[in-house]
């Protein structure tokens, strides 16, 4: 079973983030520096409430089993500089980026919040490890939010949608590079 395919079939889905969000928070959690248990983090996934909101605990099992085997697949792909958008992402002539990609840049940007201070730890302010953090989390946060990105630009002179292509082409790139940077130094530091 996939994950559309449980979500799909779960009563409750609709506490649940939906796909590409939650695949956005695990690509996060994925990248991160240093391995966190999912039993830390998966309340985000339904809202941070405590109680899961599944009717048995057969269902929670096969959904913290989809997100563990999406987890080792996304860590995997970083690790080995091979991890992509995931299918259903895309540029958008009209808004800029598609749904799909609005909906993994804010799981994305969830999972990083959760991480924040192992990464701010290992690369820490004024430093060139902090700028590339700072580099990809910005990249996010643009494809997140390209409207807002996109009027700021243009009230400074620059109506360049490239760049938001330059940016989403970029971001595989990047969070590989983010992933194994955070990796090695967290390696380093044990």
């Known amino acids: 079973m996939t994950l559309s395919e449980f979500l799909a079939q779960h009563t ?22 240093h391995v966190i248990s999912p039993s830390e983090w998966l309340p985000v996934l339904w809202g941070g409430e405590e109680q899961a909101p599944f009717e048995n605990h057969e269902q929670f099992e096969d959904y913290a089993n989809l997100i563990v085997d999406i987890w080792n697949e996304q860590r995997q792909q970083l690790l080995d500089k091979q991890w992509h958008w995931p299918e259903g992402c895309a540029l958008d002539d009209a808004e800029i980026v598609n749904q799909a990609t609005r909906d993994f840049a804010e ?5 990083w919040s959760l991480t924040r201070d192992d990464w701010e730890t290992l ?68």
């Open 107 to 111: 799981g994305l940007l969830q999972g």
């Open 12 to 33: 409750d889905s609709d506490k649940l983030l939906n796909e590409m969000q939650t695949r956005g928070v695990v690509t996060a959690m994925a990248a991160a520096p």
């Open 123 to 190: 690369m820490p302010e004024n430093t060139e490890s902090n700028a590339l953090l700072g580099g990809v989390v910005l990249s996010i946060s643009l494809l997140y939010d390209p409207e807002t990105a996109l009027s700021t630009m243009e009230a400074q002179g620059a109506e360049e949608l490239a760049q938001f292509e330059e940016i989403y082409n970029a971001m595989p790139i990047m969070l590989c590079g983010l992933t194994h940077h955070g990796a090695a130094l967290a390696e380093a530091q044990e």
